[in-house]
């Protein structure tokens, strides 16, 4: 068994760095958008063959293949521990907190009315366009796209020069809406199986008050066990003084708070994001040693950027999972227009009584924030984890939309439209002669 994952692990990292390879050689995109459209091509072609040559067997070959790696537990129990952890870290915390109301309600109150607003929008496209969702399967589709991944966010940042606050405030929400969205993902759907389990004439069989209540204690349980082991994490750190061992107990430190809350039902998500923020604080920085504070951040941005490459490269690769045959192509087409209004609207509302930042909270920036709400590998690892039935592949077909519009669209063309409202300056780039 040891042999057969190693095995896996091994035919994945190939392909990865041959991707990137690609990428870097002929594709010149981003890393993320390039891994993602390089998997998306790899299926199309395996397509194109198997409508050539029906007898190669080109996509059973592949999907055999993909069987192995189960997309949603590897990003939900394993990779976004890590680039949560790792996304946290470097968050700017002087600009975050002084947005930290801002950014309380729109990765709270911002997630469920978006989630709201898509349901009922997606609700309604659907029965137009004759496909038969039930009105809790829109809620789990809509909770699903709610949050900006955080993943996708980071990455995005990371190649814009976006205002500081800003960019502050996207990271933040991001990161934190992440959490309250696999929590309200994990509520929707036991309602939305609950109600297909149960017997008509008795109604939906799952107590919705119940489910609220574990909602908040989820949450706020995970955040408590976040921070409880980035002060512990801190604390070992500053007594330890040796660069290798203080590097070793950040790694500690984001896998046994995930662990530890999703073992006891808390939010992992919430738990590494707060336990980043604290092991990323000043405070943290300043009982490193100096070698520590040389390697610990390089370190952990090569984890990110190296977890990324096979999280775009896999979920480029899921799109295998779409029969064309089958596929609601309206609603691929619409899902991510309906995200984007739906965004609009939520962060405009509380933007009428919150400001984001110093300046006005004008249409102007409720539209920058809403082009970089990006959605990624985490609403894929969501949707793909859906039970099979009929709303699995409309749902899964539609978050595919939404993502790869996200990724190839939004990402790609964010830093123009911050440079053109103001909110952002051209990235330097790096002197040719060094």
Known sequence: MAQHMLEIAAALLAATALAAWLNARVVRLPVAVGL????????????????????????????????????????????????????????????????????AILATVGTVLTAGLIA??????????????????????????????????????????????????????????????????????????????????????????????HVGVEALGGALVGLAGGVLAVMVIGAARDWMTETLVTVVCATAVYAFAMHFELSGPIGVVVAGLVVGSPWSEARMSAEARHYIRPFWHFVDEGMNAVLFLLAGLMALQLDPARTPWLLVVAAPLLVLAARWLAIGGPAALLPLIRRKASLTLVSVLTWAGVRGGLSLAMALSLPEGEERQIILAATFGVVLFSIVVQSMTMEGLAIRTGYGVKKAQPDATH
């Not at 999907?63 to 521990?81: E, R, T």
């Not at 309250?180 to 199986?193: E, I, P, Q």
Request: proline share 4%; net charge negative.
């Open 120 to 213: 009922g929008g997606f609700y309604l496209a659907a029965q137009a366009a004759g496909f038969g969702v039930s009105p809790l399967w829109a809620v789990v589709f809509g909770v699903l796209v709610s949050p900006t991944d955080p993943i996708a966010v980071l990455a995005m940042t990371k190649r814009t020069d976006l205002d500081p606050e800003v960019r502050a405030q996207l990271e933040g929400e991001a990161l934190f809406n992440d959490g309250v969205a696999v929590v309200l993902f994990r509520a929707a759907l036991a309602l939305a199986v609950g109600q297909a389990a149960a017997d008509p004439a008795a109604g939906v069989s799952v107590d919705v008050l119940s489910l609220v209540e």
């Open 36 to 103: 993602l459209v390089i998997g998306v091509l790899a299926v199309v072609a395996v397509r194109l063959v198997d409508l050539l040559q029906p007898a190669s067997g080109a996509s059973a070959i592949l999907a055999d293949l993909l069987s192995f790696v189960d997309y949603p537990k590897l990003v939900l129990n394993f990779l976004l521990a890590y680039l949560l952890f790792a996304g946290a870290m470097n968050v700017d915390l002087k600009a975050l907190r002084r947005r930290g109301w801002a950014t």
